[in-house]
């Protein structure tokens, strides 16, 4: 991409992960809410999601609520095997909040709360955070492996993450799909550093992968270019905590729900009966699609949902 056209996504998705952030769900205060109310909130709420620290992702009722249309977004499908339940859990506006501090966080969710106010109310917030650096400099989930080893880089990852040659004002938007994973840290805990590595394919302490691995590692299950087309994702994701349950917040962006569909469904078992092993040590409790949209001359162009620049 040229300069001019990296202004064309929203900058906080191409950065890596932040220190902390927020994970804010927004639904409509009341299915009545008129049209005109819903565009004035996201006119409002535009100003804000310009820099980094604010990534807006809006969700396919909003969409229909306001009379458009955006092409290849819809709402998460049943992506579950025979033994391993994918939930579905539609989402109205999502946010993701950016930044180095939990303070700041606050700070900054108070402001998108208000631009929303009347016609959005906060549902839900997951607190995350950044964990451990590993030696290629990804964070590490809470089991201690490296999270986001395979992202792509550079063009490549420009390419799996933004929409492209979908008309004026829709090159450079995403699509996200978001699901918050539980982890039983018990289970995993019980297992011996040589069945752990076999979990997930690679050796914790040097990250290497296993050549030796079995079928249901989750390396084995989720080699993006194993499949045909291959399924590159950019992936966002970072651990969470409340109280003593934890896990990782998966945030995954594409220029479609493609990849992310085909990496989901094996890892269910839907399309070859082996359940990746991450579901003996962890469950998705949410699943969720969001379209982020493009930016403008430095804005947020919401022309594809029925916004003037």
């Given at each position: 991409?040229?300069?001019?056209?990296?202004?064309?996504?929203?900058?906080?998705?191409?950065?890596?992960?932040?220190?902390?952030?927020?994970?804010?769900?927004?639904?409509?205060?009341?299915?009545?809410?008129?049209?005109?109310?819903i565009?004035?909130?996201?006119?409002?709420?535009s100003?804000?999601?310009n820099?980094?620290?604010?990534?807006?992702?809006?969700?396919?009722?909003?969409?229909?609520?306001l009379?458009?249309?955006?092409?290849?977004l819809h709402?998460?499908?049943?992506?579950?095997g025979?033994?391993?339940?994918?939930?579905?859990?539609?989402?109205?506006?999502?946010?993701w909040?950016?930044?180095d501090?939990?303070?700041?966080l606050?700070?900054i969710?108070?402001?998108?709360?208000?631009?929303?106010?009347?016609?959005?109310?906060?549902?839900?917030?997951?607190?995350?955070?950044?964990?451990?650096?590993?030696?290629?400099?990804h964070?590490?989930?809470l089991?201690?492996?490296?999270?986001?080893?395979?992202?792509?880089?550079?063009?490549?990852?420009?390419?799996?993450?933004f929409?492209?040659?979908?008309?004026?004002?829709?090159?450079g938007?995403s699509?996200?799909?978001?699901?918050?994973?539980?982890?039983?840290?018990?289970a995993?805990?019980?297992?011996?550093?040589?069945?752990?590595?076999?979990?997930?394919?690679?050796?914790?302490?040097?990250?290497?992968?296993?050549?030796?691995?079995?079928?249901?590692?989750?390396?084995?299950?989720?080699?993006?270019?194993?499949?045909?087309?291959?399924?590159?994702?950019?992936?966002?994701?970072?651990?969470?905590?409340?109280?003593?349950?934890?896990?990782?917040?998966?945030?995954?962006?594409?220029?479609?729900?493609d990849?992310?569909?085909?990496?989901?469904?094996?890892?269910?078992?839907?399309?070859?009966?082996?359940?990746?092993?991450?579901?003996r040590?962890?469950?998705?409790?949410?699943?969720?699609?969001?379209?982020?949209?493009?930016?403008?001359?430095?804005?947020?162009?919401?022309?594809?949902?029925?916004?003037?620049?």
């Amino acid at each position: 991409m040229t300069q001019h056209d990296q202004k064309r996504y929203q900058p906080g998705i191409f950065e890596g992960v932040p220190a902390v952030a927020r994970y804010a769900l927004f639904t409509l205060t009341d299915p009545s809410v008129d049209v005109q109310a819903i565009k004035e909130a996201l006119k409002r709420l535009s100003p804000l999601a310009n820099g980094s620290d604010v990534v807006l992702g809006i969700g396919p009722s909003l969409v229909a609520a306001l009379g458009a249309q955006v092409p290849g977004l819809h709402e998460f499908p049943d992506l579950s095997g025979p033994q391993a339940k994918v939930p579905v859990t539609p989402g109205t506006l999502w946010c993701w909040l950016r930044g180095d501090d939990l303070g700041e966080l606050l700070h900054i969710t108070r402001k998108v709360q208000k631009a929303l106010a009347p016609a959005f109310v906060v549902r839900h917030v997951v607190d995350a955070f950044r964990h451990a650096l590993g030696e290629s400099g990804h964070g590490r989930d809470l089991t201690g492996f490296e999270d986001g080893t395979e992202n792509p880089t550079g063009e490549k990852a420009e390419h799996a993450a933004f929409a492209h040659g979908m008309g004026d004002g829709v090159d450079g938007s995403s699509y996200v799909a978001v699901q918050q994973w539980v982890h039983n840290l018990d289970a995993f805990e019980a297992l011996g550093d040589e069945e752990a590595n076999q979990h997930f394919g690679r050796h914790r302490v040097t990250n290497e992968e296993l050549d030796d691995s079995p079928e249901w590692a989750h390396v084995k299950r989720t080699a993006q270019e194993s499949f045909e087309p291959e399924a590159f994702l950019l992936r966002r994701s970072m651990p969470w905590m409340l109280s003593m349950q934890a896990g990782l917040m998966f945030v995954a962006f594409g220029k479609s729900f493609d990849a992310f569909e085909a990496q989901m469904r094996r890892m269910s078992g839907a399309e070859d009966g082996v359940v990746d092993a991450m579901f003996r040590i962890s469950k998705p409790v949410t699943g969720a699609y969001f379209w982020c949209p493009p930016m403008r001359e430095g804005r947020l162009d919401l022309r594809q949902i029925g916004l003037g620049a």
